[in-house]
């Protein structure tokens, strides 16, 4: 009987999952090589031969290895610190560690632009003449912030990978003469390595990709910007689908190029530590030797919150040629809940984010039992499938749901039925495709949240109650979701969380002022002039304190296994 379920489960989730996931992407391939029914090749080859599609693509290069380098630099040292010392003040820096998850990177561009901006607050710290760090450093600024949002992703995966190395190793190599440096690189990061792909993997992605933070630092000659300023042409030019294309293509190289090199690299160890590894106890000048790079990196990273923080409270214009504002105000926090754009915004984002988990928690389960609770064959592929979302761009989700929605708007049926438009026309109505859209992106958190779940209940409880007559709705009902309610909760709370601070779907699909979720006002207040980055920054600030409960209460539920969130 599970077996038969499992079959069922498994082809109608592979068919949904399908659809939703694959489909887009075989919208952007189509739109790129068929052309007027024909097969070519000429707009790709078109897309090397212009220097501003060929300068953009480099620029996104450049940004995606500049940022994952700079991730790694930051995350790899502290997750090592964090695995080999007990030190004073371990506990909050670790919580700290993870606060820079809680801001998109392009919300957070807001607060370095009143600090590092022409009069901003650097220049009058430094004492020197007014110099515009963002304006002649846009590609330092743009690495810069995106690293900073996106290092607790590393360092998540990396603490989790030191976790599981036995130490038994580490002392072998100790006992004949690799100690110290030598010993992280010969024995240490080799162990390591698939931890640190995973996490260098979303990271290079994410970043390869990333349109809210290139937009707001006015970085425009990437391929990100380009793709967003070419939707006014999608369905009638061939290019942006092509450019599209060259993206998802150079993701996917990467990702199996970095896989076939590192992510394969799994040494043979226990399934876990074989022994505990003892942390060495860091007292006085040491243990504050060893807080130094937590407290630095933290407060470097907290920065741009910082200045989204100040800028909220500052009267507008009173943040000019000063360190901090000279009057403060919560005028700008009444406004954002109360500007008509904003209201709608976030009844908006709550009510896609929502239908988004219900979505995710009912294919999230399903997956999750056919992976862990049947044996039947290619349930690894369903796995490796439901997680594939985190190595394809959102960037290219996104065209690719706007290609779907742009071929159906020219339908003739869809023309002249209300319903019809409401549901396919992102120019009408984009809910479905926010929806979609978020759930597919979200759908790995639920996954590997119920996945670990499952594997830490004993199946014993299942079978018990399937032996006293239980069907297995039931046994699922009572039995199996109550005992892995916690960690559904955790995936829950970050997708939702996710969810609502999603930027290029949300960028690109929504439309229509009515239909915007938060971070798409968040960006149209920032372009006006007046009080709209005061009352972008107090909205942001408010969705800062919604994602902190989420963040710290995933955390306190999965602990260190947040990180496998995070895998790919």
Known sequence: MRTKVSWIIFVIVSLIFGFLFLAPLWMVIRGGFIVSGQFTLEYLFGVFKNPVYTEGLFNSLMLAVGTTSLVTLIAVPLAWLGNKYDFPGKKLVSGLILVPMILPPFVGAIGFQQILGFYGGLNLVLGIEPTDWLGSLQYWGVISLQSLALYPIMYLNVSAALANVDPAMEEAAANLGCRGVKKFFKITLPLIMPGLFAGGTIVFIWSFTELGTPLIMNFTKCASVQVFDALKEIGTNPFPYALVFVMLAMSVTIYLVGKFLLGGKAYAMQSKAA?????????????????????????????????????????????????????????????????????????????????????????????????????????????????????????????????????????????????????????????????????????????????????????????????????????????????????????????????????????????????????????????????????????????????????????????RKLGAIFRV
Request: no cysteine; proline share 4%.
């Open 275 to 559: 022994t505990v590894a003892g942390t060495k106890n860091a007292r006085g000048l040491k243990g504050l030797l060893v807080l130094l790079p937590f407290a630095l990196v933290i407060f470097v990273a907290l920065t741009p919150h910082l200045g989204v923080i100040a800028t909220s409270f500052s009267v507008p214009g009173s943040w000019y040629q000063s360190i901090l504002p000279l009057e403060f105000t919560t005028g700008n926090y009444v406004e954002a809940l109360g500007h008509s754009m904003t209201v709608s915004s976030i009844r908006n984002s709550l009510f896609y984010s929502v239908l988004a988990v219900m979505f995710n928690a009912v294919i999230g389960i399903a997956i999750a039992y056919v992976v862990v609770r049947s044996d039947i064959p290619f349930r690894g592929a369903l796995d490796s499938l439901a997680m594939l979302p985190l190595a394809v761009p959102g960037l290219v989700m996104a065209f690719g749901y706007l290609a779907i929605s742009s071929h159906f708007s020219n339908l003739d049926w869809v023309k002249e039925q209300p319903f019809w438009q409401n549901l396919l026309d992102v120019r009408t109505n984009p809910t479905l495709f926010l929806v979609i859209a978020y759930a597919i992106r979200r759908l790995p958190y639920m996954v590997r949240s119920a996945v670990a779940g499952l594997q830490q209940t004993s199946v014993t409880l299942e079978e018990a109650a399937a032996n006293l007559g239980a069907n297995l709705w039931t046994t699922l009902r009572r039995i199996t979701i109550p005992l892995i309610m916690a960690n559904l909760i955790a995936g829950g709370l970050l997708a939702f969380s996710f969810s609502m601070l999603e930027v290029s779907d949300s960028l690109m699909l929504a439309q229509r002022e009515d239909f915007y979720p938060i971070t798409k006002t968040i960006y149209e207040l920032f372009q006006l002039i007046g009080t709209g980055k005061y009352i972008a920054s107090a909205l942001g600030v408010w969705a800062m304190m919604f994602l902190t409960v989420t963040i710290i209460g995933s955390s306190l539920i999965l602990g």
